[in-house]
Nanobody
Framework: QVQLVESGGGSVQAGGSLRLSCAAS???????VGWFRQAPGKEREFVAA???????FYADSVKGRFTISRDNAKKTVYLQMSSLKPEDTAVYHCAATYARYANYGQGSTYDYWGQGTQVTVSS
């Protein structure tokens, strides 16, 4: 069983930055991890992923602004968000999977999810 706990959310003005963390309670941090977000009234959408082969993936809407990274020793994945826009406002969830060679941009790929952390960007 994998438990994921997100932190680092908050309120920021447009153009600002936040760093989200996703800490995993897991014996060996060999999973692929993704970040997804869901805004009120909208479907959940993919944000970024860092797979088991250290390959990263980003949604077009965040490329060049967000960076996903991981610290295997700390069993933590980070999402550095810069140049934030009001449309980035959402609850951000991290998710993990042991799946190999999967579509890491799909929520159905992931087996474990955190509770989420709220990010609010004001104009």
């Amino acid at each position: 069983q994998v438990q994921l706990v997100e932190s680092g959310g908050g309120s920021v003005q447009a153009g600002g930055s936040l760093r989200l963390s996703c800490a995993a309670s897991i014996r060996t941090f060999s999973t692929s991890v993704g970040w997804f977000r869901q805004a009120p009234g909208k479907e959940r959408e993919f944000v970024a992923a860092h797979n088991w082969r250290d390959t990263t993936f980003y949604a077009d809407s965040v490329k060049g602004r967000f960076t996903i990274s991981r610290d295997n020793a700390k069993k933590t994945v980070y999402l550095q968000m810069s140049s934030l826009k009001p449309e980035d406002t959402a609850v951000y969830h991290c998710a993990a999977t042991y799946a190999r060679y999967a579509n890491y941009g799909q929520g159905s790929t992931y087996d474990y999810w955190g509770q989420g952390t709220q990010v609010t960007v004001s104009s």
